[in-house]
């Protein structure tokens, strides 16, 4: 590919993208595709020759794009939102453009300073001082929280996961995967992380692990590690992290808190409520790559005390040392992979693009988009709302867990709203959750048509 | 920022790119800054409304770009090549326009069975027929190899990093410093990495390894995990995969290959000694975004028998449950992160706008570059090679420790050319690695007159 046709090829990508974004998609909101569908329609083997791009694009539209879930359709309402904006497609367009491989700060400053500043910038916000830095994933960010847990308690302990004392890691039954993927990637073992039961409103209850905390300490044991959550990912529910970091505190443990979608929500002062206590923990993330416009991926992990951390992540081979070393933040230090892309450019287009007010705004649409929708459903006979939506999740449930489940199946055949579900209370909920970019009111209202229909 | 906003500032970003891959960027390749710089230059706060793109683009012109170090540049010869190329930006860029999250098969069936067809293309032209996925850095897939191997020797062990008896690493002395960072994350420790000795060419010695493992046995612990390295940061040394191959199976550990740089080279016929015993090995990793024009990041992942490596990292809570999961491939399950870009889109247009024959040609051109340039080194008088190149890579010294560095510092003082540095036979190496997208034998020639005028 030469350099005229990567300009009239790159005009035609950023023109459909425009047209993508703007009418939304018409065809089927997630696809009518079977496993293997695809992969017969691809050939076996590359080809000697290069071809010109424009076989590309045609296969793109012919074979990609009707196979695709289109995750940022305003007809999707599944898992959480993964929402992009044009600022922060731009941001990343010039990323790759440039290449650069961000791992050290002399390997590039300008990309190092910039997440520094993007992240104090989120930090402001958010009302947090922290430092911090951006992660691919709240999986990833989790496991090196628990990293530095680890390392504070073991300090330069190369003897393995865990000293005399076994580590305990502890988080709510209603607390992502991710955490027992962290416990089990870091070795501590599955049966040493304690899911704390919820209360009716699926927050982490304190008395219950300050118990589990007591019995772990009475066994001889090493509670090391607690990972809050602020909006869990069923059903939107708040660990009460004001009350759970004076039982961490007086225990030494580390507070983690995962508030991956809903963090997103803390730019809004009337949420204030979302960050109470965080100022006490030890560990923060959220996700701007889900409800902040920022495309995938980008996690903004803040820690309060970034030196266990490092100590626990740093290796310092000669061919990566540089003389700024001292001076200088090397975030390679702060993360599991060496390598490193420079995203904070599409943070800084994001923010600078929209301005705070202009992310304000859109949230609140969203929000408001989840309470008109929790109204319809608490009006209709037929449905029943799980509990008061507090941000943009709402879950719903029919009479029965068939009847639920068949609706759910019903709306996503029908290729014109994207639904999911989780199971809570024991029952099969459906769960509708807002935060499309170009997400409109007609879109909700449309959503509860699909629905009415059907019941 | 609207559609047409989007769409002009979108041409212009591309018209951009076009010109800085094209005549190259005329400023300093590594820039003259210091640690803070940029930091004093951005305002400390987010704005409260939004800004024009325009604004933006005239402080990344302004900011940023003089900054940064510009690895894509063809006078960068430092650390290893992270090229990217036009069809690869133009993937990612419509990879970003579609913001999708490829977690699960169900939700982005296309981009799971791309990646599927894209390792197959890449294992069919390296010669090797596992399954594969695309993961983000050589540091997580090493990581995620040592996760299989702990499994398949402990399996469904939820009692942490190790069974009755200590688990064991082993590596050369002259491996890459994730396969330390990848035991200390997993909780295996670090004093339970043994580090075998290299011969004169910096390659592992087998005989160490069966003695080390031998000792080990003796003690009671459990040798379980082997890093090979086919081509070593430092000076580009092989292990040789198919003599280490029967000792890893004749006591049952999991070899894993770690070809992040040179495996690119795989792709020539007459390179096929670099595959040499990798199909007796267990897990194999080279990086498309090194030395194969995928922009970063794109590592390829090999497993050989999958099944340890999903038992280690699946989790199945009912918020990501489909109805597919039994038929289909949730590469969520290979992967230490839940979301999951759509990284195949890149390499498939990389793949298909090169053709096979095209990377083949810029590989040979890079192989050319670095056999030239090696000559001169062993012509000259005061330059020495420490040893001849096999790879991309040369590795030189002058007199002493002092001369070389000062050599080092004053051509990257100039911001005509950018090298860097390792230490090898206790003695500091200059490294020259060659395989920048854009580079021709002239770059070679210049970096060779900049030394010269030093020396």
Redesign the interface.
Known sequence: ?N?D???R???Q??????D???SGYTGRVS?D???????KL?P??????????E??LED?HQ???P??????DPRFF??FP?????????G???S??????AMS???????T??E??MM??LG??IGLDWPGCIQ?????AT?CAL?AA?ERLNPM??????GKR?FVCYTSDQA???V??AV?????????LRLIPSDSEFAMRPYALEEAIQQDLQKGLQPGFVTATVGT??STGFDPVARLAPICRHHGLWLHVDAAMAGSAAILPEMGWLMEGVDQADSYLFNP?KWLFT???CTAFFCRRPRHLKQ??A??????KTR?DA???NFRDWS????R?FRA?KL??V????????LQQKLRLHLKMARWFAEQVKACPQTSLLLEPRLNTVCFHLDSDERSEALLQSVNQSGQAFL????LNDRYII?ASFGQTHSRVKHAEDLWRLIEERL
């Open positions: 590919m350099t046709e990567f300009r090829t790159g005009h990508v950023i023109d459909w993208i425009a993508y974004m703007e696809p595709t079977t496993p293997g569908e695809l992969l691809l076996e083997s590359p080809p000697r020759q290069g071809e010109p791009a076989a590309l793109f074979l990609i794009l196979r695709m879930t289109h995750w940022n599944g898992y993964c929402n992009h904006s044009r600022p922060g497609i731009l990343d367009l010039l790759a453009g440039l290449g650069v491989n700060w002399a390997t590039s400053p300008a990309a300073e910039l520094i500043r104090q910038w402001r916000i691919d994933t709240a999986s990833t496991l990293l680890r302990n190369e003897d393995g996961a865990y076994r992502h995967s991710s027992l993927k089990r990637i870091a070795g501590v073992g599955g049966r040493y990912t069923s790559h495309n995938f991926d626990a992540l290796i310092q081979p000669e061919y990566l700024h001076a200088a933040e599991l992979q060496l390598g892309r450019l800084w287009f923010l600078r693009c929209y301005g705070v007010e202009g999911t579900h989780t199971r769960r």
